[in-house]
T-cell receptor
């Protein structure tokens, strides 16, 4: 079984401040972990992906995430928020034993204040 | 341009009617997926297919049906048996399985009148 919990359905930061979006996962086998971003009324786009090659994963638009097995976490960070980062962010988990199915978190809406 | 398309963008249906949502990809991906998105509930998997002429139920398949007759196409039918069909529907594809990056279409917003 696999599951994802995103802590905080809404996060608000000031422009230029650190962005931290939290994701905890549960998986009985080595996980594949993803962060996707969704702008209003659009599909999702991949930000970054963890596949066990390196624990610190760098993605697009200055985002990165660190895989911490001991904490079962895969939090998303960005050192300095831009107005254009305002969107909804989803964490997702999959695995080779459940290769047809991904499980998505409920999403976190990021607001960036000027 | 490679990508995944969904049509129509907006769809209105009367209660008791079946409706089919289109999903096409030209990425040469084997796997395709249908998700339903409701506010505050993330994405829930309806059906997925990893190869032509084969598909599997996801977590919320009741009231939905799919076909996969061609690699490029994975249409979703919302039947009258679906009790609460108003939602945003997203189609996605990936190279082989869900451990690969999923590429999403722009979505179809279905409203039942």
């Amino acid at each position: 079984a696999q599951s994802v919990t995103q802590l905080g359905s809404h996060v608000s930061v000031s422009e230029g401040a650190l962005v931290l979006l939290r994701c905890n996962y549960s998986s009985s086998v080595p996980p594949y972990l993803f962060w996707y971003v969704q702008y209003p009324n659009q599909g999702l786009q991949l930000l970054l992906k963890y596949t066990s090659a390196a624990t610190l994963v760098k993605g697009i638009n200055g985002f990165e995430a660190e895989f911490k097995k001991s904490e079962t976490s895969f939090h998303l960070t960005k050192p300095s928020a831009h107005m254009s980062d305002a969107a909804e962010y989803f964490c997702a988990v999959s695995s080779n034993t459940n290769a047809g199915k991904s499980t998505f978190g409920d999403g976190t809406t990021l607001t960036v204040k000027p | 341009d490679g990508g995944i398309t969904q049509s129509p963008k907006y769809l209105f249906r009367k209660e008791g009617q079946n409706v089919t949502l289109s999903c096409e990809q030209n990425l040469n991906h084997d796997a395709m997926y249908w998700y339903r998105q409701d506010p505050g509930q993330g994405l829930r998997l309806i059906y997925y297919s990893q190869i032509v002429n084969d598909f599997q139920k996801g977590d919320i398949a009741e009231g939905y049906s799919v076909s996969r007759e061609k690699k490029e196409s994975f249409p979703l039918t919302v039947t009258s048996a679906q009790k609460n069909p108003t939602a945003f529907y997203l189609c996605a594809s990936s190279l082989y399985s869900s451990t690969d990056t999923q590429y999403f279409g722009p979505g179809t917003r279905l409203t039942v009148l």
